[in-house]
């Protein structure tokens, strides 16, 4: 099959483009700028059609990923930034989609599981969650991010695209091994023994593995029945102190220094973030995903994080191996060269 992903050159991108490419699908991704790949990739600029829309021909699916990364400070300049990109690049993938002599059979809809209530009582489900916005005792920041969220989803919404099935992606922070990833930076603070609770640890942490993430994607281009919002959670969220205990095991690290909210507001000034992507209480859950008969893989976070925490080793290892060999090599050929 074909599948098409427009802005597929990121994280969650680079992961499914992997998998689809490695089971022999054509993956095409759509990108602002030329780049090398293993897979076709076409240049576009997230706002107006180009030549770009070929590509959407008789694909089986297209998974829309485009938009400005949230991991900066919300500024009035970042803030428009941030929604814009997704609600342009969501309006031409629409229009182009609706121009298309054979479009795509579905549309897998990037969105996010921060749409829902920052809350502790009782878990999100598509049909139960409480869409957030109202919480009394959240920043105006939060609710920036599920406006942003909303106006994304309104546009799918409006996109007229009756030969198309529409998905909404309520993903959960997907973990993967890869360099730069969210595990990555996670795994990082634990080996620097800054991986302990964050704030009092109570909120919860939604997650899923790349494993089940993918399996859950295709998942969803082979059931035709299922349209509108999904939200791609395992189904084992935990509190904030849990998860790092966890990932502390799982890496073989005793030593967690707890982090307060104030260091954690200070320190999100200087790394030019914000610290509801640590704060808030995430806690989603697969109601449609698990209803409907799809089993995850890794359910539960301890035996992900183990398999997250060898899987990385792994690679980290060879990518060390491959530095020094390449650093060997070149004094070598300098030493032959200075000969
Ligand atoms: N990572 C997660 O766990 C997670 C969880 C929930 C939701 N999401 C959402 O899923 C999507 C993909 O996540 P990700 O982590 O892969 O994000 P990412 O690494 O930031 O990649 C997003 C891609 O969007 C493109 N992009 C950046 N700025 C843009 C702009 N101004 N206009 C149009 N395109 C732009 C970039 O591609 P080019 O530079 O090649 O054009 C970039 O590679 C995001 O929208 C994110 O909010 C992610």
């Known amino acids: 099959m074909k599948v098409v992903i427009p802005g597929g050159s990121g994280q969650v991108g680079t992961i499914l483009a992997r998998a689809f490419h490695g089971d022999g699908h054509e993956v095409v991704v ?3 700028s030329a780049r090398k790949a293993p897979w076709g990739v076409m240049t576009w600029d997230a706002s107006t059609r180009g030549p770009w829309t070929k590509a959407l021909e008789g ?8 938009g400005r990364s949230v991991n900066c400070r919300y500024t009035p300049e970042n803030r428009g930034a941030i929604t814009q990109s997704r609600v342009q690049s969501t309006r031409i993938v629409g229009e182009a989609i609706a121009a ?5 059979r579905v549309w897998l809809q990037a969105s996010t599981a921060t749409i829902y209530a920052h809350r502790y009582d009782a878990a999100n489900d598509e049909a139960t969650g409480i869409i957030g916005g109202d919480e009394p005792d959240a920043p105006a920041t939060w609710r920036f991010s599920i406006d942003v969220a909303r106006s994304w989803e309104r546009t ?19 973990m993967s091994p890869d360099r730069g990833g969210i595990f990555d930076t996670l795994l990082t603070l634990v080996r620097r023994r800054l991986g302990g609770q964050a704030g009092d640890g109570r909120q919860y942490v939604s997650w899923v593995h790349e494993t089940d993430f993918i399996r859950a994607l295709y998942w969803l281009i082979e059931h035709h029945e299922v349209e509108g919002p ?3 959670a395992a189904p084992d969220p935990l509190p904030n102190a849990a998860f790092m205990r966890g990932l502390r095991e799982a890496c073989g690290v005793s030593l967690g220094l707890p982090v307060a909210r104030w260091m954690l507001e200070l320190g999100a000034v200087f790394m030019r973030t914000e610290t509801e992507l640590i704060l808030k209480s995430r806690r989603v859950v697969p109601g449609v995903l698990t209803k409907r008969g799809f089993t995850f893989q890794f359910p539960r976070w301890p035996e992900a994080a183990d398999d997250l925490c ?3 080793r792994e690679q980290n290892t060879g990518a060390r191996r491959l530095d020094r060999e390449q650093r060997d090599g070149h004094k070598a050929t300098m030493k032959a060269q200075g000969e």
Do not use: G
């Not at 694909?59 to 485009?66: F, G, P």
């Open 59 to 66: 694909a089986e699916a297209v998974i829309n990923l485009a």
């Open 30 to 32: 759509l990108s602002r």
């Open 100 to 104: 298309a002599t054979r479009p795509p």
């Open 310 to 312: 060898r899987r990385w």
């Open 230 to 232: 999904v939200n791609i």
């Open 156 to 174: 799918l919404d409006e996109a007229a695209v009756p030969r198309t099935r529409k998905v909404k992606l309520r993903s959960a922070m997907t």
